[in-house]
């Protein structure tokens, strides 16, 4: 059953860009590579999915090396808001495994 | 409208106790789950069910038993409760696309305390 691996923390300031990166060494060719944030006593919430090369929407940027073993999720000018767990999930027919999620802190 | 709504919020309980929680989902979705967040806020998945079947069903102790009336309904009976149980759990669902990407929406999550 493919793993990912995630830094267990991360510290930044209002404005910054924010990269986090997931490593998922034994991906599955069927498997996404999907984006979840968490604030504390709420439900996970998704962010963005991606399967190859880079995914953009409104809060964030995917980026996918071409061997897929990994994944870099860039929050672009983070806010005091944006202080969360943030999970690497792959998802695939039948199976879904979290990442250990990494806590992100934005300070002013 | 709660897209994902779970009840009971709180459910604090002695051990050996029965207790269900409640899910249901009003998107019209064709999948749901059950997910455990420990203490350490691992995020587990329990079970899946896509079309009122059980497609999903982690190492999970058989004390655990899902239900899904239909498909906008999986509720979570646990038998025989344990220390060991106590935890969040989440309710999430989510329409499986053709090439298999998806999207979940998750519960605001019951928080179980076993004493």
């Known amino acids: 059953l493919a793993k990912t691996t995630q830094p267990i923390s991360m510290d930044s300031y209002e404005g910054q860009e924010v990269n986090i990166t997931c490593s998922h060494n034994?991906?599955?060719?069927?498997?996404?590579i999907t984006w979840y944030q968490q604030f504390p006593s709420q439900g996970p919430r998704f962010i963005i999915q991606?399967?190859?090369t880079k995914v953009t929407n409104e809060v964030a940027s995917l980026f996918i090396p071409a061997d897929r073993k990994s994944s870099t999720l860039s929050l672009p000018r983070v806010s005091l808001s944006d202080t969360a767990v943030y999970y690497c999930?792959?998802?695939?027919?039948?199976?879904?495994?979290f990442g250990t999620g990494t806590r992100l802190l934005v300070s002013p | 409208d709660t897209a994902v709504s779970q009840t009971p919020k709180y459910l604090v309980t002695q051990m050996g106790n029965d207790k269900s929680i409640k899910c249901e989902q009003n998107?019209?979705?064709?999948?749901m789950y059950w997910y455990k967040q420990d203490s350490k806020k691992f995020l587990k998945i329990m079970f899946s069910?896509?079309?009122?079947?059980?497609?999903i069903n982690e190492t999970v102790p058989n004390r655990f038993s899902p239900k899904s009336p239909d498909k906008a309904h999986l509720n979570l009976h646990i038998n025989s409760l344990e220390l060991g149980d106590s935890a969040v759990y989440f309710c999430?669902?989510?329409?499986?696309?053709?090439?298999?990407?998806?999207?979940?929406?998750f519960g605001p999550g019951t928080r179980l305390t076993v004493t």
């Open positions: 069910y896509n079309n009122k079947e059980l497609i």
């Open positions: 998107l019209g979705h064709d999948t």
């Open positions: 999430a669902s989510s329409q499986v696309g053709q090439d298999r990407s998806y999207e979940q929406y």
């Open positions: 999930l792959l998802t695939g027919f039948q199976k879904l495994v």
């Open positions: 034994n991906i599955a060719t069927n498997d996404y």
């Open positions: 991606g399967y190859k």
